[in-house]
Protein backbone atom coordinates (compact mmCIF):
# COMPACT_ATOMS: atom_id res chain seq x y z
CA UNK A 1 0.00 0.00 0.00
CA UNK A 2 2.78 2.16 0.91
CA UNK A 3 4.75 2.08 -2.42
CA UNK A 4 1.17 2.59 -4.44
CA UNK A 5 0.96 5.39 -2.84
CA UNK A 6 3.83 7.05 -2.91
CA UNK A 7 3.99 6.11 -6.98
CA UNK A 8 0.71 7.75 -7.58
CA UNK A 9 0.79 10.79 -4.88
CA UNK A 10 4.82 11.29 -5.07
CA UNK A 11 6.66 9.86 -7.43
CA UNK A 12 4.86 10.65 -10.60
CA UNK A 13 4.52 14.06 -9.77
CA UNK A 14 6.57 16.22 -11.58
CA UNK A 15 7.60 17.91 -8.96
CA UNK A 16 9.13 15.12 -6.63
CA UNK A 17 13.20 14.47 -7.23
CA UNK A 18 14.06 12.19 -9.86
CA UNK A 19 17.85 11.70 -10.47
CA UNK A 20 19.01 9.50 -13.66
CA UNK A 21 15.40 8.69 -14.32
CA UNK A 22 14.94 7.31 -10.44
CA UNK A 23 12.75 8.76 -7.65
CA UNK A 24 14.86 9.59 -4.72
CA UNK A 25 13.50 8.60 -1.38
CA UNK A 26 15.45 8.75 1.89
CA UNK A 27 15.04 6.49 4.70
CA UNK A 28 15.57 7.75 8.62
CA UNK A 29 15.55 4.41 10.84
CA UNK A 30 17.73 1.56 9.86
CA UNK A 31 17.00 -0.58 13.11
CA UNK A 32 13.36 0.25 12.49
CA UNK A 33 13.07 -1.17 9.23
CA UNK A 34 15.05 -4.62 10.32
CA UNK A 35 12.26 -4.74 12.99
CA UNK A 36 9.61 -4.04 11.04
CA UNK A 37 10.66 -6.81 8.07
CA UNK A 38 12.61 -9.29 10.33
CA UNK A 39 16.22 -9.28 8.87
CA UNK A 40 18.60 -7.38 6.87
CA UNK A 41 17.51 -9.82 3.98
CA UNK A 42 14.13 -8.95 4.64
CA UNK A 43 14.57 -5.25 4.60
CA UNK A 44 16.68 -5.90 0.93
CA UNK A 45 13.73 -7.76 -0.24
CA UNK A 46 11.35 -4.50 0.31
CA UNK A 47 13.92 -1.91 -1.14
CA UNK A 48 14.32 -4.46 -4.22
CA UNK A 49 10.25 -4.55 -3.99
CA UNK A 50 10.28 -0.87 -4.42
CA UNK A 51 13.07 -0.41 -7.39
CA UNK A 52 11.03 -2.94 -9.11
CA UNK A 53 7.83 -1.43 -8.42
CA UNK A 54 9.50 1.75 -9.83
CA UNK A 55 10.74 -0.12 -13.20
CA UNK A 56 6.94 -1.28 -13.34
CA UNK A 57 6.05 2.49 -13.91
CA UNK A 58 8.58 3.06 -16.30
CA UNK A 59 11.37 4.80 -14.08
CA UNK A 60 15.17 3.40 -14.14
CA UNK A 61 14.72 2.17 -10.56
CA UNK A 62 14.73 4.00 -7.36
CA UNK A 63 18.01 5.60 -5.45
CA UNK A 64 17.86 5.05 -1.77
CA UNK A 65 19.20 6.83 0.91
CA UNK A 66 19.60 5.93 4.31
CA UNK A 67 19.92 9.05 7.21
CA UNK A 68 23.29 7.69 9.25
CA UNK A 69 25.93 9.39 10.78
CA UNK A 70 28.19 6.58 11.77
CA UNK A 71 31.22 5.53 10.13
CA UNK A 72 31.39 2.18 11.30
CA UNK A 73 32.25 -0.24 8.49
CA UNK A 74 30.49 -3.18 10.00
CA UNK A 75 27.42 -1.50 10.41
CA UNK A 76 28.08 0.04 6.70
CA UNK A 77 28.42 -3.16 5.19
CA UNK A 78 25.26 -3.86 6.56
CA UNK A 79 23.64 -0.75 5.38
CA UNK A 80 24.98 -1.27 1.71
CA UNK A 81 23.60 -5.48 2.05
CA UNK A 82 20.38 -3.87 2.59
CA UNK A 83 20.33 -2.44 -0.23
CA UNK A 84 20.98 1.33 0.28
CA UNK A 85 22.73 3.43 -2.14
CA UNK A 86 24.21 6.18 -0.11
CA UNK A 87 24.28 7.74 3.09
CA UNK A 88 23.18 11.19 4.10
CA UNK A 89 22.84 12.69 7.62
CA UNK A 90 20.20 14.25 10.18
CA UNK A 91 22.78 15.97 12.00
CA UNK A 92 25.83 15.37 12.69
CA UNK A 93 25.65 15.57 16.57
CA UNK A 94 25.69 17.65 19.31
CA UNK A 95 29.20 19.09 18.79
CA UNK A 96 28.12 19.83 14.86
CA UNK A 97 28.35 23.45 15.68
CA UNK A 98 32.32 22.82 15.37
CA UNK A 99 32.70 22.53 11.83
CA UNK A 100 35.57 21.08 11.87
CA UNK A 101 33.69 17.83 13.61
CA UNK A 102 31.25 18.04 10.35
CA UNK A 103 34.26 17.89 8.35
CA UNK A 104 36.32 15.02 9.90
CA UNK A 105 32.60 13.07 10.00
CA UNK A 106 32.19 12.98 6.35
CA UNK A 107 35.75 11.86 5.80
CA UNK A 108 35.44 9.07 7.85
CA UNK A 109 32.35 8.24 5.65
CA UNK A 110 33.57 8.54 2.62
CA UNK A 111 36.90 7.08 3.62
CA UNK A 112 35.53 3.51 4.36
CA UNK A 113 35.17 3.60 0.69
CA UNK A 114 32.07 0.95 2.05
CA UNK A 115 29.38 3.16 0.79
CA UNK A 116 28.34 5.73 -1.48
CA UNK A 117 27.29 9.36 0.96
CA UNK A 118 26.83 12.92 0.44
CA UNK A 119 27.87 15.92 2.18
CA UNK A 120 25.37 16.84 5.07
CA UNK A 121 25.55 20.21 6.30
CA UNK A 122 24.33 21.91 9.32
CA UNK A 123 24.41 25.00 11.29
CA UNK A 124 24.81 23.13 14.48
CA UNK A 125 22.62 21.21 17.06
CA UNK A 126 21.06 22.50 20.27
CA UNK A 127 18.64 20.14 22.37
CA UNK A 128 18.39 22.95 24.94
CA UNK A 129 14.80 24.00 24.23
CA UNK A 130 13.77 20.39 24.50
CA UNK A 131 16.03 18.05 26.74
CA UNK A 132 18.45 20.80 28.12
CA UNK A 133 21.10 19.57 26.40
CA UNK A 134 23.49 21.74 25.04
CA UNK A 135 25.07 21.97 22.09
CA UNK A 136 25.56 24.63 19.78
CA UNK A 137 25.35 27.08 16.87
CA UNK A 138 28.11 27.87 14.02
CA UNK A 139 28.59 31.88 13.17
CA UNK A 140 27.10 32.37 9.61
CA UNK A 141 31.11 32.91 8.62
CA UNK A 142 31.42 29.05 10.05
CA UNK A 143 29.03 28.08 8.09
CA UNK A 144 30.40 29.55 5.05
CA UNK A 145 33.93 28.07 5.90
CA UNK A 146 32.46 24.39 5.66
CA UNK A 147 30.32 25.33 2.39
CA UNK A 148 33.59 26.12 0.72
CA UNK A 149 35.39 23.57 2.47
CA UNK A 150 32.26 20.55 0.93
CA UNK A 151 32.36 22.84 -2.28
CA UNK A 152 36.33 22.99 -2.90
CA UNK A 153 37.84 20.21 -1.09
CA UNK A 154 35.40 17.63 -0.22
CA UNK A 155 32.96 17.19 -3.05
CA UNK A 156 35.89 16.77 -5.74
CA UNK A 157 37.08 13.61 -3.26
CA UNK A 158 33.97 11.84 -4.01
CA UNK A 159 34.68 8.94 -6.15
CA UNK A 160 33.56 10.09 -9.81
CA UNK A 161 30.23 7.84 -10.26
CA UNK A 162 28.96 9.20 -6.42
CA UNK A 163 25.60 10.93 -5.85
CA UNK A 164 27.71 12.91 -3.37
CA UNK A 165 28.88 14.51 -6.64
CA UNK A 166 25.36 15.93 -7.54
CA UNK A 167 23.68 16.50 -3.75
CA UNK A 168 24.91 18.76 -0.64
CA UNK A 169 22.01 18.23 2.03
CA UNK A 170 21.68 20.73 4.53
CA UNK A 171 20.11 20.16 8.02
CA UNK A 172 17.28 21.74 9.04
CA UNK A 173 14.82 24.04 7.16
CA UNK A 174 13.36 24.96 10.73
CA UNK A 175 14.12 22.34 13.69
CA UNK A 176 13.69 24.93 15.85
CA UNK A 177 13.39 22.38 18.83
CA UNK A 178 16.67 21.32 18.30
CA UNK A 179 18.27 24.14 17.43
CA UNK A 180 18.85 23.23 13.87
CA UNK A 181 17.54 25.32 11.04
CA UNK A 182 18.60 27.60 7.89
CA UNK A 183 14.87 29.40 7.86
CA UNK A 184 15.43 33.15 8.88
CA UNK A 185 15.31 33.60 12.82
CA UNK A 186 15.80 37.14 15.01
CA UNK A 187 19.49 34.92 15.80
CA UNK A 188 21.23 35.36 12.05
CA UNK A 189 18.12 36.71 10.00
CA UNK A 190 18.87 35.58 6.37
CA UNK A 191 22.57 35.18 6.79
CA UNK A 192 22.51 31.14 6.44
CA UNK A 193 20.60 31.45 3.30
CA UNK A 194 22.74 34.21 1.93
CA UNK A 195 25.47 32.59 2.23
CA UNK A 196 24.12 29.24 0.03
Known amino acids: NVVTYWLEQYFKDPRYLVVDDKPVVGIYNFPNLVSFFGSVDGVRAELDYLRQACQREGFDGCTILLANSDSNPTKMQQWKDAGFDCLYCYNWDNACYLVENQMSDMEAQR ?53 GKKFIMFDNWNEYGESHFLAPTTLHGFEYINII
Open 111 to 163: DTGIMDMMATLSMGRDHTPWERAAGGICTPEDFGRLLDWTVDEFIPSLPSESL
